[in-house]
């Protein structure tokens, strides 16, 4: 992987990070909820669902059916 797509990738994680924390911060002010329990749902939240989707995809992937070249 060529450096400069590399570092690119790093600064889109870390501006995601922090607009995350940005936004949490801001629902958690406006809804009057303490902040520190939206700071870590939140974020919680948002890996759960990657989590999620990479294991349906997983078990859903034709493709990726290691099964199907075991020999019988």
């Known amino acids: 992987m060529p450096l400069d797509r590399f570092v690119l990738i790093i600064v889109c994680v870390i ?10 911060a801001l629902i958690g002010t406006l809804i009057g909820f303490p902040i ?12 759960g669902y ?6 349906s995809e997983r078990l859903s992937s034709a493709e990726d059916d290691h099964y199907d070249r075991i020999e019988k």
């Open 50 to 55: 990657i989590a999620w989707r990479v294991i």
């Open 36 to 47: 520190a329990g939206w700071l870590l749902a939140i974020p919680a939240a948002l890996a």
């Open 15 to 24: 501006a995601a990070v922090i607009a995350t924390f940005a936004v949490t």
